[in-house]
């Protein structure tokens, strides 16, 4: 085990001009298409109350203690993820995790920016009134037709790519830092007006009962494993970002605040998805437990119910673009400080690059609904395969991985130093953390990974 060497100089390298901006940027990491679009759909098809609590729970005992542990590396280090494992150990293998979380976030973008694509052409059509069909059976038959279409889809994709990487090329503090500073407020106001206007509606109160109301004998082990995970993909752990967005953070950021108000407002924006779905579903008498068409088939016909539903459902839409838009981002940085910093590129070369690879990835993802529908690798499209190796497997092992290092091998004097911000102040919390990282955090994670490809 190596101490630090050589470390650079926190004036050499880009950061967060504002503590603010700090949490900004790294909650907007975190807030995605997982809050907003999979929260509710996961909490209805497992019972609502009894999902939330077990969530809420995992978020603090899993979630907080593995952010902290991406927040360490990254800061300590102040460098990307191949880095900051370089610098603490000789061993090959450690480059492993870093290596992983710099395909997997290529994947995902990759297939991410074709959902975010979709939800751009869901917005234009609400915004110019043309989302307005007779029947939920006619959403589901315009959905089909939309993403099994080579041409459109694909021109949301690659306009999607090309709107992340304006503000990729902008840099860390004026572009990403900026984008998240102004695109954050409007998020949560958007939710906030949607909220209320959903606790408007005659369902509201049956809503609100089936998700705050846990009924404790409804916690199975489906339940159970079913929160575990939220917990894990909502924040954006295991795959790197935060490490990447934590190595631009100041000195005087102090991480376990930072780690536990990001924890709060992702979970915060889970909920505030819910109470907005779930009156809605029950006013109208749809299923809770819909899944992923919730949002694209049911909601839009939910939309076209209520008074001035085309303004409503573009609203919807348009906040569902800015969630997308924060984590693309992140995601997106995990390769571009990869290139900047080991292939010495400049930012501009890198951003393209990596925009190229995510175009070209993206594009295959999308028209594996269309024109590529008909190439399967064991029964799974190429958009299915992108989804299940980087999200499924290698999300999981790399937060594994990440966790058992920090936990076992970091010293714990940089563990101390960084979580106190070199002595400045106490964190009672750090036993604690550490103790999650060895054995709750991996055994939590091998759960996800075991359920996720089908073992449990």
Not at 35 to 49: D, L, T
Request: proline content about 5%.
């Amino acid at each position: 085990m190596n101490q630090p060497i050589n470390k650079p100089k926190p004036s050499a390298r880009a950061a967060f001009a504002t503590r603010i901006g700090a949490i900004a940027t790294t909650a907007g990491a975190a807030v995605g298409l997982g809050n907003i679009w999979r929260f509710p759909y996961e909490a209805g098809a497992h019972g609502g109350g009894a999902f939330m609590l077990c969530y809420i729970l995992f978020i603090i005992i899993l979630g907080v203690p593995v952010m902290c542990s991406e927040f360490i590396m990254g800061r300590s280090a102040r460098s990307n993820e191949l880095g900051a494992f370089r610098l603490y150990s000789k061993r090959r293998f450690w480059r492993v995790p870093a290596y992983m979380g710099i395909v997997a976030s290529l994947m995902i973008l990759s297939f991410y920016c074709v959902v975010a694509g979709w939800t751009v052409e869901y917005f234009v059509k609400s915004a110019t009134g043309s989302l307005q069909l007779a029947s939920q059976d006619a959403y589901r038959d315009a959905f089909v037709d939309f993403t099994s279409g080579n041409l459109r889809p694909l021109f949301w994709t690659i306009i999607f790519l090309l709107a992340n990487a304006f503000v990729l090329l902008r840099g860390v503090s004026k572009g990403i830092e900026k984008m998240s500073n102004v695109l954050m407020p409007v998020l949560f106001l958007l939710l906030i007006v949607f909220c209320i206007h959903s606790l408007t509606l005659p369902g509201a109160g049956e809503g609100l009962r089936f998700l705050f109301t846990p009924d404790f004998s409804a916690i199975t082990p489906r339940v159970v494993l079913g929160a575990l995970g939220q917990a894990f993909f909502s924040l954006s752990i295991g795959l790197g970002c935060l490490m990447t967005y934590a190595s631009y953070f100041t000195a005087d950021t102090r991480l376990g605040r930072t780690a536990m108000v990001t924890a709060g407002v992702d979970t915060l924006v889970a909920i505030i998805a819910g109470v907005i779905i779930f009156p809605a579903v029950f006013t109208f008498g749809v299923s809770p437990e819909s899944g992923p068409t919730l949002v694209f088939e049911v909601l839009p016909s939910i939309f076209h119910r209520l008074p001035l539903g085309p303004l409503w459902s573009a609203l919807f839409f348009f906040l569902l673009m800015l969630a997308s838009i924060t984590s693309t981002i992140s995601m997106s940085e995990i390769s571009v400080s990869y290139l900047v910093e080991e292939k010495k590129m400049k930012r501009r070369t890198a951003v393209w690059l990596s925009t190229g690879v995510a175009m070209l990835f993206g594009a295959l993802c999308c028209l594996s609904f269309g024109y590529l529908s008909g190439f399967t690798i064991g029964g799974m499209t190429i958009f299915d395969i992108f989804n299940s190796v980087s999200s499924d497997v290698m999300l999981p092992v790399g937060g594994m991985l990440i966790s058992i290092f920090v936990g076992w091998l970091l010293p714990r004097s940089v563990i101390r130093r960084e979580m106190t911000n070199g002595g400045a102040f106490r964190f009672p919390l750090l036993s604690l953390i550490v103790f999650s990282l060895r054995w709750i955090a991996p055994a939590g994670i091998a759960l996800i990974l075991l359920n996720s490809i089908g073992i449990l």
